[in-house]
């Protein structure tokens, strides 16, 4: 029945290869667009189920102290209010996936303003939230707290510390040396659809219906925060309208809406309002990075440097992996790496599009043009140069590595030949410069898990809990199954977003296609396998294209073969052994033109082009919308995107998309994204790496570098806002 495979040893039976249907790779639409443009698709807040009332949360009005409602029995009586609750329960942070932890300041212990510490359940919404507007919260013995990441407490990190050769004496020795200090903001994930949940309650069996991306650890969440068994918990979550590391693990309204619908015995509904989700689920952390860079006269480093601060909330774990791919991008024997990490009363930080990379890679590709100036050396020719043979650190061999033709193919697609000198190209007010920077994220694999039912009509039904927050699973899925089984895609149905179903990787950290995709790969194979059984020929001999297989110069229908039968087979993917025997990711490289207004310093990005390689590539068109978002984040970083909090109290003050601002359209330019042919036999029998978040991984770099090349102007504090250009 399962088909189980660890990822132990590269792959050499290399299975997709030898299939004929077509559909890997190809650009194939969302088979779920027309249902989500069309209104169709139950997002989460869109649930109606019978008997549902409505639940508003309540924030801290502060940053520490003892939470008491002083007028609870006044709003407990209001005009429909059904229950005033307030639970250590919801003070947890399972946004983090640590719902297990304590409450992180002792029993009705808040920890940041803006933390939602209880909830109203009332009849309606609007009354849910009169109540709760109503409900006066007030904080006991609360203390001074730190919030400034440049005064507070620092726990070192030690577990990411390196120190490798001497990278004093290398900087000292140096040729050419860059020592600089960058500051990157707290960024919000800002995904579209607001966290939401409906939990509803038969007996001991909980249903809790929402967006959510990663279902089985969702599960298990809610399991231990509510001290029940995870299998009395189902969560559906078949649409989700983008998560970008917010919908990791659970919110503060899923907990609350389980425990609210157990209290007053009706499904309920609870909703964060835009402002909650930026003061209440989680943030990226803002960071200060020294980057060192030590050169030969060749350009050749010597020694890097690389020393990070970040923040988190006391008590939480996590800790942006800053330095993630500075341990391997380039060369340089004298190597020194540390971080810091903050304990604020902010808001919890967590992963938010690509934690680590998205801002360390940023920086160090700036700190990197900065090296290419000084030496009055081609930027592309400076990264050239310093591609490692092997891991600078462990000495490990790179999986696949396409790095140096995304550079080359990329330069050349944009015309990189013909970029200006500094502050030399000007179109009337406007200075116009080009940047270019380096793209690189870690490739993972996760264990997952999926079914796949080959029915008498000789159809697919592909099952598995994994989601799809809008970076195409549906359509991935289906075309894995396709081509396994020689299928038309429409004869393939993907059904996603149960807990009832086989537990996936989820979504997140960009292995979700490469995870799930081959536990479906698996289950096919499998099926394949049971077919040339019965067929009496070998696996490997059986063509199937078009509902019909082939073998031995004959050609059968699978309804003919199948004879009445289905053939269901689960297959389960866990990593192994290869994810510590090479050095594993993904690489590319951006190149940007952007013109500033040379009176007043605003920034407008007038192309950008993205060259990436990340082995097989499942849909050239999701994998390519993954990218766009990712360099469009990119401009978000590089202009624009920037949580300012009250130097006061922490508090989050641009809590709303009119003051935290992403790209809209008018931000966006023409852009260009070559996706390059890769293999890895070291990742997954599909030899496919992650994309998702390649996209963003040094891709404001080359945008604020362009502004150097624009205007002589180096911001090292991002965003870089006009204020800082002119
Ligand atoms: Mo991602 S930030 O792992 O959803």
């Given amino acids: 029945m399962t088909e189980s495979f660890k990822m132990d040893a590269p792959v050499t039976d290399r299975r997709l290869d030898d299939m004929v249907q077509g559909l890997v790779g190809a650009p194939l639409d ?4 027309p ?21 508003v949360m309540v924030r801290a009005p502060g940053n520490s102290g003892h939470v008491v409602l002083t007028n609870r029995d006044v709003v407990a009586a209001m005009p429909g209010v059904l229950s005033v609750i307030q639970d250590d329960r919801l003070l947890r942070n399972p946004a983090q996936g640590t719902a297990n932890e304590a409450p992180i300041q002792g029993p009705h212990h808040a920890a940041y303003m803006g933390q939602l510490i209880a909830v109203v359940v009332a009849e309606s919404f609007e009354q849910a939230r009169h109540a709760a507007q109503c409900l006066q919260v007030t904080l006991e013995n609360a203390e001074v707290v730190a919030v400034d990441p440049d005064t507070a407490a620092l726990e070192p990190q030690e577990g990411q510390a390196l120190d490798q050769g001497d990278l004093d004496a290398a900087m000292r020795d140096a040729a050419y040396a860059v020592d600089v200090t960058y500051t990157t903001p707290s960024h919000s994930s800002a995904a579209m659809e607001p966290h939401a949940s409906i939990a509803s309650w038969e007996g001991e069996d909980l249903t809790l219906r929402g967006s959510y991306q990663m279902l089985k650890y969702n599960r298990n969440e809610l399991a231990d925060s509510l001290g029940i068994h995870p299998d009395r918990v189902r969560v559906l979550s078949p649409y989700v309208g983008g998560g970008f590391g917010s919908k990791l693990g659970l919110s503060p309204e899923a907990v609350a809406a389980a425990i609210a619908a157990r209290e007053v015995g009706r499904p309920v509904s609870v909703a964060l309002q835009r402002q909650q989700v930026f003061e209440a689920t989680m943030r990226r952390s803002e960071t200060r990075q020294r980057i060192r860079l030590a050169a030969d006269a060749e350009g050749r480093l010597t020694g890097l440097g690389h020393d990070a601060r970040i923040s988190n909330l006391p008590g939480e774990t996590f800790a942006e992996p800053v330095l993630q791919a500075s341990h391997f991008l380039y060369s340089g024997q004298n190597r020194r790496m540390s971080m810091d990490l903050a304990r604020l009363h902010r808001l919890c930080a967590g992963s938010v599009r690509a934690p680590g990379e998205a801002v360390g890679v940023t920086v160090l590709e700036s700190a990197m043009d900065e090296l290419a100036y000084k030496i009055g ?7 050239r140069r310093n591609i490692p043979d092997k891991d600078p650190e462990s000495g490990k061999a790179f999986s696949s590595r396409r790095f140096r033709e995304a550079l080359d193919s990329g330069a050349e697609a944009f015309g990189w030949a013909d970029r200006p000198g500094v502050k030399e190209r000007r179109e009337g007010e406007w200075l116009i410069g080009y940047g270019m920077a380096s793209a690189a994220r870690v490739n993972v694999l996760m264990e997952s898990q999926a079914r796949v039912s080959l029915t008498p009509q000789g159809k697919a039904v592909v099952q598995t809990d994994m989601t799809d927050i809008g970076t195409g699973t549906y359509a991935i899925l289906g075309q894995i199954a396709g081509e396994m089984l020689g299928l038309p ?7 996603l977003g149960d807990t009832d179903l086989p537990p996936s990787s989820g979504s997140g950290g960009s292995w979700g296609a490469s995870s799930s995709g081959t536990s479906v790969y698996l289950a096919c194979q499998a099926i394949r396998r049971q077919l040339a059984e019965r067929l009496q020929v070998s696996e490997p001999d059986l063509t199937l294209k078009d ?18 039968d289905e053939i269901v087979k689960l297959g389960h993917v866990q990593p192994g052994d290869t994810s510590q025997a090479v050095r594993q990711a993904t690489f590319g490289a951006y190149f940007a033109e952007v013109a500033v207004h040379a009176a007043s310093g605003e920034t407008r990005v007038r192309r950008m082009h993205g060259s990436f390689a990340a082995g097989r590539i499942l849909n050239a068109k999701t994998a390519r919308s993954q990218c766009l978002g990712g360099m469009i984040f990119g401009i978000g970083m590089a202009l624009e995107e920037e949580l300012a909090f009250d130097p006061r109290d922490g508090h989050v003050a641009n809590h709303n998309l009119a003051e935290y601002h992403i790209p809209v359209n008018a931000d966006v330019p023409q852009m260009t994204v070559e996706l390059l042919e890769e293999r890895d036999d070291w990742a997954n ?18 945008i604020v570098n362009a502004i150097h090349n624009a205007t002589g102007v180096r911001v090292r504090d991002y965003p870089a806002t006009l204020d800082k250009v002119i």
């Fill in 30 to 33: 969302r088979p779920e667009g």
């Fill in 35 to 55: 249902l989500k443009v069309t209104g169709q698709a139950t997002y989460a807040n869109e649930w109606q189920v019978e008997g549902m009332v409505h639940g």
């Fill in 377 to 383: 050396m081609d930027p592309v020719e400076l990264r």
């Fill in 489 to 495: 895609r429409e004869d393939v149905e993907v059904v």
């Fill in 547 to 564: 509902g019909s297989a082939t073998f031995d110069n004959r050609t059968r229908s699978l309804v003919e073969i199948l004879q009445g």
């Fill in 685 to 702: 029998p599909m030899q496919a790496k992650g994309i998702g978040e390649l996209g963003i991984c040094g891709a404001a770099a080359a």
